[in-house]
């Protein structure tokens, strides 16, 4: 089993930037994937960001691109999402994922965090 909780959301100015974290718990990490994808009310669940165990592969959504930057602490289970110039549309409920293989389908990553609200406001 995997535990994933993350944390670091909020409410923030257009423009602005916000830092999430998500900590990893009860298993080895080793060559796992992992993901954040957001969902807003009333959609589906987004891929953002994933990035693979040694950081040598990172994707992102088009819509983050050049804004969001994803990274990895293996020495403290734990992986970030750098937001940066936030948009009204960024706002969601962010959830980071872990799975084995890269990829931007939800349905591909076995474990979940409970999710943390960013909103963004104009």
């Known amino acids: 089993q995997v535990q994933l909780v993350e944390s670091g959301g909020g409410l923030v100015q257009a423009g602005g930037s916000l830092r999430l974290s998500c900590a990893a718990s009860?298993?080895?990490?080793?060559?796992?994937?992992m993901g954040w994808f957001r969902q807003a009310p009333g959609k589906e669940r987004d891929f953002v960001a994933a990035?693979?165990?040694?950081?040598?592969?990172?994707r992102y959504a088009d819509s983050v691109k050049g804004r969001f930057t994803i990274s990895r602490d293996n020495a403290k289970n734990t992986v970030d999402l750098q937001m940066n110039s936030l948009k009204p549309e960024d706002t969601a409920v962010y959830y980071c994922?872990?799975?084995?293989?890269?990829?931007?389908?939800?349905?591909?990553?076995?474990?979940w965090g409970q999710g943390t609200q960013v909103t963004v406001s104009s």
């Open positions: 994922a872990t799975g084995l293989n890269p990829s931007e389908w939800a349905t591909r990553y076995d474990y």
């Open positions: 009860g298993r080895t990490f080793r060559n796992l994937i």
């Open positions: 990035i693979s165990w040694t950081g040598g592969y990172t």
